[in-house]
């Protein structure tokens, strides 16, 4: 039987904009209650070497930034639950969320469920999750240690991946669609510096149309280079494929219940404040839910602050 949990402010998700906004909301008195989510501390903790945190002058992993922030949820007495979401009615008031360990009531709302990766959508991909197709090097690399492997992508993430596993794997493919990487110039000066030793080969205007392999997983992959004049395909001997072309907002269970584009939430943007506010008063978001382009730890705490402050806002008018 489900036990039904009230709290003036509810925060779902906790990678850096729910765990910001669940420090903001605490100190302000609005005893939050967090709720994790599947995937605890979200996509950040998957990032093997942190330098830009501001304050944080060595390098850090993403899981021990987030097991930090966590600490320091703790420390000011929110709650924090490790239950799933799997439907909510924001039309009524007091709002109702429905997870599967509980049923939740709420006066407020700050959406932070954050991104899972994107797939090729190829059918192979399906066969080999697990088997060979993997969409985190860290968690993964090891796995692949002296061996060839691939990653696709050409973003901070696909570079950032590449670089990870150059120091472990024997060689890595880096395959990108398009003619020039879309990262940061730091990654690619340093993605150069690697390529001069050979462990890394780059492969531009390539998409990756198949996937081969047996029982014990990848063996090779197809590989198309597309030309306006020319279409050629040919095939890489690899044991593992990284997949880093982006992510998808964890948002279908709001799709129907609040105003969204592409599949990311929509909020207000007012001039003088509110700035976290969806299209229903009292539902907030923050994080990568609501940002494709900045996609970095600290705008999503930034935006994590905003939501906790125009919620505390929000609650005060209700009385």
């Known amino acids: 039987m489900k036990i039904t949990k009230n ?33 605890i501390g979200g996509q950040l903790t998957n990032t093997d070497q942190i330098e830009n945190w501001p304050g944080e002058i060595n390098d850090i ?63 192979s991909e399906k066969i080999f999750k697990g088997k060979g197709i993997s969409t985190c090097a ?21 570079i950032e991946e590449t670089l990870y596993l150059s120091n472990i794997v024997n060689k890595v493919y880096l395959i990108h669609r398009g003619s020039t990487f879309s990262a940061e110039k730091i990654l690619v000066q340093r993605l150069k510096k690697k390529i001069q030793n050979k462990k890394i ?19 090779e992959i197809l590989v198309m280079q597309t030309n306006p004049k020319i279409l050629t395909t040919f095939k890489i001997k690899i044991s593992g494929l ?28 007012k001039e003088h404040g509110n700035f976290t506010q969806t299209s229903i008063p009292g539902i907030f978001a923050a994080g990568d839910v609501i940002d494709h382009v900045y996609k970095q730890a600290i705008t999503s705490s930034a935006s ?16």
């Not at 860290?138 to 990653?151: E, K, Q, S």
């Not at 125009?310 to 008018?317: P, V």
């Open 61 to 123: 992993t993403g899981l021990d930034l987030m097991k930090r922030m966590h600490k320091h949820v703790c420390k000011f007495d929110a709650t924090m639950i490790s239950d799933n979401i799997i439907s909510v009615d924001f039309q009524n008031h007091p709002f109702r969320l429905t997870g599967e360990k509980n049923e939740y009531i709420s006066d407020s709302v700050i959406i932070a469920t954050g991104s899972n990766p994107r797939y090729l959508g190829l059918k």
């Open 242 to 269: 990284f997949i880093a072309i982006g992510h998808v907002p964890n948002t279908d269970i709001f799709l129907n219940q609040i105003e969204t584009q592409n599949g990311y939430i929509k909020t207000m943007h």
């Open 7 to 39: 709290s003036k402010i509810i925060i779902l998700g906790s990678g850096p904009a729910g765990c910001t906004a669940a420090i903001y909301a605490s100190r302000a008195n609005l005893n939050p209650i967090l709720i994790t989510g599947t995937n």
């Open 201 to 219: 080969i780059i492969y531009f205007n390539c998409n990756v149309k198949e996937i081969f392999g047996d029982s014990s997983g990848i063996t």
């Open 304 to 319: 994590g602050c905003m939501a906790a402050l125009d919620a505390e806002k929000y609650l005060a008018n209700l009385l």
């Open 138 to 158: 860290i968690c993964d690399g090891f796995f692949y240690r002296n061996r060839n492997v691939a990653v696709i992508g050409g973003g901070n993430t696909a």
